[in-house]
């Protein structure tokens, strides 16, 4: 069958990242941001990793969004929901600055275009532990206007998160596509992977490739863009 819908992550495969670099930079930004409003650094930082835990846990009766603002509540109090605009403003404003996210690989963008011309549905399936707008400025850093691809996970719209397969089956839902109609491709093993067990095409590519569990990945068809384009031509 032919793919309809092709599935791709975004930090470390659309994007390349230096994870580390990314961490320290948002985390430096954002407490600088929510520094006037008396969060103490160590135990924002803490607070956020908490409500990320949770989201990666989520059990799909809520949505990310909610999951984390519930967790952030319990440890500041209801009344830090009212911070929520200025966590958005940082999203906005002061995200995009980042500077470990100010590198991009050209042929990422050209792959997305080139299946997009050939009538494929683009969807970006990275891990919905952030709201939207910080997806949509990702994207745009990796080259990709958000206006090109059909579906963006965040968590706004997600009530799973990677490795979950419900992550998975909850965009097929939403798209109203099948497993054999899509591939997913991706950088990370274990989250990314994953998905064939559902039933897509998987390419794991190995530009940024994360492997934790040292699991053996000579069962994936793998490589670089170039590879990657050479594996799409034959699903098309």
């Given at each position: 069958?032919k793919i309809?819908?092709?599935?791709?992550?975004l930090d470390?495969?659309l994007?390349?990242?230096d994870?580390?670099?990314?961490?320290k930079?948002?985390f430096?930004?954002?407490?600088?941001?929510l520094?006037p409003r008396g969060y103490e650094?160590?135990k924002?930082?803490g607070?956020?990793?908490?409500?990320?835990?949770?989201?990666?846990?989520?059990d799909?009766?809520?949505?990310?969004?909610?999951?984390?603002?519930?967790?952030?509540a319990?440890?500041?109090g209801?009344e830090?929901?009212?911070?929520?605009?200025?966590?958005?403003?940082?999203?906005?404003?002061?995200?995009?600055?980042?500077?470990?996210?100010d590198?991009?690989d050209?042929k990422?963008a050209?792959?997305?275009?080139?299946?997009?011309?050939?009538?494929?549905?683009?969807?970006?399936?990275?891990?919905?532990?952030?709201p939207?707008?910080?997806?949509?400025?990702r994207?745009?850093?990796?080259g990709i206007?958000?206006?090109?691809?059909e579906?963006?996970?965040s968590?706004?719209?997600?009530?799973?998160?990677k490795?979950?397969?419900?992550?998975?089956?909850?965009?097929m839902?939403?798209?109203?596509?099948?497993?054999?109609e899509?591939?997913?491709i991706?950088n990370?093993?274990?989250e990314?992977?994953?998905?064939?067990?559902?039933?897509?095409?998987?390419?794991l590519?190995?530009?940024?490739?994360?492997?934790t569990?040292?699991?053996d990945?000579?069962?994936?068809?793998?490589?670089?863009f170039?590879?990657?384009r050479?594996?799409l031509?034959?699903?098309?």
């Open positions: 069958m309809k819908k092709a599935f791709f992550d470390g495969t994007l390349p990242l994870p580390d670099g990314f961490v930079e948002y430096g930004g954002l407490c600088k941001k520094a650094p160590q924002l930082v607070s956020i990793w908490k409500g990320t835990a949770a989201m990666v846990a989520n799909g009766s809520r949505t990310n969004e909610q999951v984390f603002w519930d967790v952030f319990d440890i500041y209801e830090a929901k009212g911070d929520i605009e200025i966590f958005d403003e940082f999203y906005r404003e002061d995200f995009c600055s980042i500077k470990a996210i590198v991009c050209p990422a050209e792959t997305v275009r080139a299946l997009k011309a050939r009538g494929v549905g683009i969807v970006v399936a990275t891990n919905p532990i952030f939207l707008t910080a997806q949509k400025t994207l745009k850093k990796a206007d958000p206006s090109e691809v579906y963006i996970t968590y706004e719209n997600s009530h799973y998160c490795p979950n397969p419900e992550y998975y089956s909850e965009i839902r939403v798209l109203g596509c099948k497993a054999e899509c591939v997913m991706g990370d093993v274990g990314d992977m994953i998905a064939g067990a559902l039933g897509f095409d998987v390419f590519l190995t530009n940024c490739m994360i492997n569990a040292d699991a990945i000579t069962k994936y068809d793998r490589g670089g170039d590879e990657l050479v594996w031509d034959g699903k098309i």
